[in-house]
């Protein structure tokens, strides 16, 4: 089930934030994670009022796609999650969306 929000708070917000923080770490190794580690608050501040589209299964949040206007400013699925069709369905949700 995919949700679209304009805002975002409590559990919630500290899943996105958590699958945004691992996915950063895991992609970009090449980067010092003291770097991510260190962004984590603002950007876990900003995706709390950014329009997001949020995929969940059995009622948990497995990614989400962050939209600037029509730009999409980011696409993250939790690790276990890749390869199972959740980044294919946010994109299209948020083409529908658009």
């Known amino acids: 089930m995919i949700t679209h929000v304009n805002q975002l708070s409590g559990p919630d917000l ?3 934030a958590q699958i945004w923080l691992k996915a950063n770490l895991e992609a970009h190794s090449f980067i010092d994670s003291k770097y991510w580690l260190e962004n984590f608050e603002s950007v876990k ?3 709390s009022v950014s329009e997001l ?3 969940r299964s059995d009622n948990q ?5 962050g939209m600037d206007h029509s730009y999409i400013a980011g696409l993250f699925v939790a690790a276990q999650f890749r ?6 369905a946010l994109i299209k949700a948020a ?3 658009n």
Do not use: D, K, N, P
């Open 45 to 47: 501040s900003q995706l």
């Open 14 to 16: 500290e899943r996105v």
């Open 61 to 65: 949040i497995t990614g989400f796609l």
């Open 83 to 88: 390869g199972q069709g959740v980044g294919s």
């Open 95 to 97: 083409q529908s969306a």
């Open 53 to 55: 589209f949020i995929f």
